[in-house]
C-alpha cells in the first residue's frame, strides 16, 4: 500500500528544449542536468524540438530518453496525454501563441532564460542571462547567478584545481562559444599575437564556429605555442591548464566561474552586452562589444593579469564566493516548490 502511494505522490514534470542560436546548446545542458537529478523522485518526460545527433547524446549520456517532436501540434497532443504538474522551458524566446498553447495543459509553468513576449504570461521565468532591473521588469521573474545548472564535469574540473599559480609560459584560452557570429576569435587571435611576451595560446574551436578554420591555423604558424584545439567540447578539456580565458558574455563566463580563472570578456551581440553577470564585481574584465574591441584594450587586460597576482587572486576570489558549483541544489529545490505549489509568485 505505501508503494501505491508513493508512486501517485509522484509529480509529473515535463522539459521541452529547443535549439536557439542566440543561446547555443547550454539549454540542453541545463535541463538534462536538472531533469537528472528531478527524475530520481519524480516522473519526468523530457521533449526535444528538431533535435540533432549532439542534443540528443547530452540527454543519453544523462540516461535520459527524449521524445523528440518536430512541430508543435505533436507537443500538443503529448501535453493532452501527459497533463504534466510543472512544465519547464527552456531554449525558447517564447512568442504569446506558444505560451498560450500549453499554459493549459499544467499547473505551473516555469521558463529559463525566456525573452520573448509570451514569457509574461508563465508562472515564473527563471533568469541567469540578467539585465539592469528597469521600471516595467515582469513581475514573475527571478534572477541571479543561482540560475545556472552545473554539469558534472565543470564540477570535477573544479574540485581539482588545486593553484591558480601562471603556468610557463602563460596559458591563455580564447573561446568564444554559441556561434561567434562576428569571428571574435579571429579578431583576439590577431591582437595577442602582437604581445611581445612568452604565451601560450590556445584557440577553443566548437561545432558551431562557422568561420574558416584555416585563417586561424594559418595565423598561429607565426606564433610559437599557439595552436587551434578542434572539439566538440573544447573549453571542458582547456579549463584544467588555463590561465586566463577570453570568452563571450552568454553562459561561457558561468563556466569559468565555476573553476575560479581570471576572465575577459567581449561580447558577441546587444544581449551579452546587457548581461550584467560578467562584470568586475563578479571577478571579470568586460572589454564591451566585441567587434568594437580594440588591440590596446585587449592586449592592456591581459598584461593587467599576467603582471599582477593580486588582481588575479581578488578575480578568482570573487567568482568562487558566488558559490556556483552550489546551484545545482537550489535549482532542485526550486523546481520542486513549483511542481508542489508551495510557491508564492503572482498567478498571471
Same mark, same amino acid.
Given at each position: 500500500m505505501q508503494k501505491e502511494l508513493s508512486k501517485t505522490?509522484?509529480?509529473? +514534470?515535463? @522539459?521541452? %528544449?529547443? /535549439? !536557439?542560436?542566440?543561446?547555443? /546548446?547550454?539549454?540542453?545542458?541545463?535541463?538534462?542536468?536538472?531533469?537528472?537529478?528531478? =527524475?530520481?523522485?519524480?516522473?519526468?518526460? %523530457?521533449?526535444?524540438?528538431?533535435?540533432? *545527433?549532439?542534443?540528443?547524446? +547530452?540527454?543519453?549520456?544523462? =540516461?535520459?530518453?527524449?521524445?523528440? @517532436?518536430?512541430?508543435?501540434?505533436?507537443?500538443?497532443? &503529448?501535453?493532452?496525454?501527459?497533463?504534466? *504538474?510543472?512544465?519547464?522551458?527552456?531554449?525558447?524566446?517564447?512568442? +504569446?501563441?506558444?505560451?498560450?498553447?500549453?499554459?493549459?495543459?499544467?499547473?505551473?509553468?516555469?521558463?529559463?532564460?525566456?525573452?520573448?513576449?509570451?514569457?509574461?504570461?508563465?508562472?515564473?521565468?527563471i533568469i541567469s542571462l540578467m539585465e539592469e532591473p528597469r521600471e516595467n521588469t515582469a513581475q514573475n521573474i527571478l534572477a541571479g547567478s543561482f540560475a545556472f545548472a552545473v554539469t558534472d564535469t565543470l564540477k570535477s574540473i573544479a574540485e581539482s584545481r588545486v593553484s591558480n599559480e601562471l603556468s610557463n609560459p602563460p596559458h591563455i584560452v580564447v573561446a568564444y562559444e554559441d556561434g561567434d557570429v562576428n569571428n571574435l576569435t579571429y579578431r583576439t587571435l590577431r591582437h595577442l599575437t602582437h604581445l611581445q611576451i612568452p604565451l601560450k595560446v590556445t584557440i577553443a574551436i566548437d561545432r558551431e564556429y562557422k568561420h574558416? %578554420?584555416? *585563417?586561424? =591555423?594559418?595565423?598561429?604558424?607565426?606564433?610559437? !605555442?599557439?595552436?587551434?584545439? $578542434?572539439? *566538440? $567540447?573544447?573549453?571542458?578539456?582547456?579549463?584544467?591548464?588555463?590561465?586566463?580565458?577570453?570568452?563571450?558574455?552568454? /553562459?561561457?563566463? /558561468?563556466?569559468?566561474?565555476? %573553476?575560479?580563472?581570471?576572465?575577459?570578456?567581449?561580447? &558577441?551581440?546587444?544581449?551579452?552586452?546587457? !548581461?550584467?553577470?560578467?562584470?568586475?564585481? !563578479?571577478?571579470?574584465?568586460?572589454?564591451?562589444?566585441?567587434?568594437?574591441?580594440?588591440?590596446?584594450?585587449?592586449?592592456?587586460?591581459v598584461m593587467e593579469l599576467l603582471l599582477h597576482e593580486a588582481r588575479r587572486e581578488r578575480a578568482v576570489r570573487k567568482q568562487i564566493q558566488l558559490e556556483i558549483q552550489d546551484n545545482n541544489d537550489v535549482l532542485k529545490s526550486l523546481l520542486l516548490d513549483f511542481a508542489y505549489e508551495r510557491h508564492n509568485m503572482v498567478s498571471l
Open positions: 505522490s509522484k509529480k509529473k +514534470i515535463a @522539459f521541452i %528544449v529547443e /535549439y !536557439n542560436s542566440i543561446k547555443g /546548446y547550454y539549454p540542453f545542458e541545463r535541463a538534462s542536468v536538472l531533469a537528472k537529478l528531478l =527524475q530520481k523522485e519524480e516522473d519526468v518526460t %523530457v521533449f526535444l524540438k528538431n533535435a540533432n *545527433d549532439e542534443t540528443i547524446e +547530452i540527454f543519453t549520456d544523462a =540516461q535520459l530518453s527524449p521524445i523528440i @517532436f518536430d512541430h508543435v501540434n505533436e507537443l500538443k497532443k &503529448q501535453l493532452e496525454t501527459l497533463h504534466p *504538474d510543472l512544465i519547464v522551458q527552456d531554449g525558447k524566446d517564447s512568442p +504569446i501563441e506558444h505560451i498560450e498553447m500549453i499554459r493549459p495543459f499544467c499547473k505551473t509553468l516555469v521558463l529559463f532564460d525566456d525573452f520573448g513576449e509570451g514569457a509574461e504570461l508563465a508562472d515564473c521565468n574558416s %578554420v584555416g *585563417d586561424l =591555423q594559418m595565423m598561429v604558424l607565426s606564433r610559437r !605555442n599557439t595552436k587551434v584545439f $578542434k572539439d *566538440d $567540447k573544447p573549453l571542458e578539456k582547456l579549463l584544467p591548464e588555463a590561465d586566463i580565458v577570453i570568452c563571450n558574455g552568454n /553562459y561561457t563566463p /558561468y563556466k569559468v566561474a565555476t %573553476v575560479g580563472i581570471p576572465c575577459i570578456v567581449a561580447a &558577441q551581440n546587444e544581449r551579452e552586452l546587457n !548581461n550584467i553577470f560578467p562584470r568586475e564585481n !563578479n571577478g571579470f574584465i568586460n572589454l564591451g562589444l566585441g567587434r568594437k574591441m580594440k588591440q590596446s584594450n585587449i592586449q592592456n587586460a
